[in-house]
């Protein structure tokens, strides 16, 4: 799928990448926050020793920062964008529309819905950009 970001979407990305060394692979921006997607396998070295290269991003921006890992597949993608949620499952159904059923612990479900919605939101844009995701539901 292609991604159209905007223009300050690509310029929050470099500059993560000039004070990370990853690439961002795609961003979600809010007046307040910043969703950032990094390459899978990239998560520890783009959040930095002690959490570093998102502080600094922060600080910067005057907003908060959460990355997610990508992932080839849109299970693990969804799993991703979920976390820290504890999901043990994530399944795809192809009906009139494509929704990812994610099986999230019960004690984590306020985790993955995230403050005021925001973390299942995310989520569901993220799983429509990048694979075609028309809906995210928790089990």
Known sequence: ????????ARQ???RFEEISDVSGVDCLVTESRLVI??????MG???????????RLEAE??????LVEGADDAEAFVAN????????????SHNDD???YAEVAADDRGVAIGSSGRRIEDTRTLA??????DDVQLL
């Open 98 to 100: 494509t929704v990812a």
């Open 1 to 8: 799928m292609t991604i159209t970001l905007s223009n300050d």
């Open 61 to 66: 921006t005057g907003r908060s920062v959460r």
């Open 37 to 42: 997607v990094v390459p899978a396998g990239r």
């Open 45 to 55: 070295e783009a959040i930095g020793p002690g959490g570093r290269n998102v502080d």
């Open 81 to 92: 964008a979920l976390a820290p949620a504890a999901v043990y499952n994530v399944t795809i």
């Open 128 to 133: 429509d950009r990048h694979f075609g995701i």
């Open 12 to 14: 929050f990305i470099a």
